[in-house]
C-alpha cells in the first residue's frame, strides 16, 4: 500500500494511519533526511524480525532507531553531559549516535556491548510518525540484499510488495548514508563519513 504524505507539512490523519500499522506490529518504508528507511516499532519483536528476514541480515547486527527528540534519546541511551551538547548542536540531522543503550531497549536492538545507534533525521515525515507511535522506530536504509539504494518509494513497493505493511511516498530523498559517530565513553570516533559534516570529530 503506497500512502502520499506530504513531507514539508505531514497529514496528521495519513500519519495516524501509518502509527497504527506501527502499532499492530506492521512493517513500513518512509522517507528521512538521508535514505528511504524500512522500520518498524523497536518494541515489537515479531516485527523486528520481519525487517531483519526483509534485508536478508543477521540479528548479531542490531539496526538503528529513531527518536522523536534529545529528551526520547535520553529515555533510551545513557546521555552525558558531552554527548547531550554533541547532539545538540547537531540534531535533528544526517547523523547516526552510537551510545549505550538503556534497559527500555529491547535486546534484539543492542550490541554485545549493549551499545545502539540513535538518529534523529531531519525529516517532518519521519518525526511525525515517532511521536504518534510513542516509540522510536527502527532504521535501516530501504536496499536490496546486495546493497542496492532505493530513492524513490513506488520502486520500495514495486520491489517489497505485499511484504511490506505500507511504503510512504514522501518525495524524493538525498540517498546519502547518515554520518556515524561514537560517543561512548565521551570519546567521539568517526565510524562512517556521509551526509553530515564530520570534522569536528576529527
Excluded at 141 to 169: K, Q
Aim: glycine fraction near 8%; aromatic fraction near 8%; include cysteine.
Amino acid at each position: 500500500m503506497l500512502i502520499h504524505i506530504n513531507p514539508n507539512n505531514p497529514q496528521e490523519r495519513l500519519i495516524k494511519k501509518v502509527a497504527e500499522i506501527l502499532k499492530d506490529g506492521g512493517v513500513i518504508a518512509y522517507p528521512t533526511d538521508t535514505h528511504y528507511g524500512i522500520g518498524c516499532d523497536i518494541m515489537n519483536k515479531k516485527a523486528i524480525e520481519t525487517v531483519y528476514q526483509l534485508k536478508q541480515r543477521e540479528n548479531k547486527q542490531p539496526f538503528s532507531f529513531i527518536c522523536a527528540d534529545l529528551k526520547d534519546i535520553s529515555d533510551y541511551a545513557k546521555v552525558s553531559n558531552y554527548a547531550y551538547k554533541t547532539m545538540k548542536r547537531l540534531l535533528p540531522g544526517p547523523y547516526t549516535f552510537i551510545l549505550e543503550g538503556s534497559k527500555l531497549v529491547p535486546k534484539i536492538m543492542l550490541t554485545k556491548r549493549r551499545t545502539a545507534g540513535i538518529r534523529v533525521p531531519a525529516h517532518n515525515i519521519s518525526l511525525a510518525l515517532v511521536k504518534e507511535l510513542g516509540n522510536p522506530i527502527i532504521s535501516t536504509s530501504a536496499t536490496t540484499p546486495d546493497g542496492e539504494v532505493f530513492e524513490e518509494a513506488s520502486f520500495i513497493e514495486e520491489y517489497y510488495g505485499r511484504r511490506m505493511d505500507a511504503v510512504i511516498d514522501g518525495g524524493p530523498v538525498s540517498g546519502q548514508p547518515s554520518s556515524v559517530i561514537s560517543l561512548i565513553d565521551d570519546t567521539p570516533e568517526v565510524i562512517r563519513k556521509g551526509a553530515g559534516d564530520v570534522s569536528a570529530f576529527e
